[in-house]
């Protein structure tokens, strides 16, 4: 009983903290309500891309005659919409953008769209990658004497201070 009191009061090593593992960590990046208004401007800007090349005069499937020559023929229909959406913010590309007006300003206002977020998802990625980098944990006795966060001693009367105080004569008697 006395020796649970003299010696096992304070913890001399912690176990670290094991660093939490998930296939999908990469989406703690961004809030939930973040992932999910990206999410819904994808199917608005879909829906917008497929409404605006359906009705718009101009596009390749209302006026096929004007566009006959051209190597590129695309039929934006709603499956194309969501591919075109899907695939334009990668490196290779969606491919052809939309012939009328109104469906390459939605297009040109969702890569806008996208290299915001984009940016923004990289930025936090970092930071969030740092700041788990900035609290490393105390593994050595090196480790222990180069920090200041967290303070130690040796208690009175046990084994350890007896040792330190050995060694602080026997250092003071070397260098007299």
Known sequence: ML?????????HEEKPKSSHRSLFKFLTV???E???????????TSILLYIFDRFSPYSYQNNK?????????????LKE???????SLTPQ???EAPKNLSGRLVAATWWLFGFIIIASYTANLAAFLTVSRLDT???????????YKVQYAPMNGTSTMTYFE???????KFYE
């Open 30 to 32: 961004l809030e939930p």
């Open 65 to 77: 005659d004007k566009y006959k020559d051209d190597d590129e023929k695309r039929e934006f229909t």
């Open 166 to 172: 050995r060694m602080a004569y026997i250092e003071k």
């Open 3 to 11: 020796r649970k009191k003299a010696y096992d009061t304070h913890p």
């Open 93 to 95: 590309g969606g491919g």
């Open 137 to 147: 944990p105390i593994e050595s006795l090196d480790d222990l004497s180069n920090q």
């Open 34 to 44: 973040v992932w999910v208004c990206i999410l819904f401007a994808y199917g608005f």
């Open 81 to 87: 919409c969501l591919w075109f959406c899907m695939t």
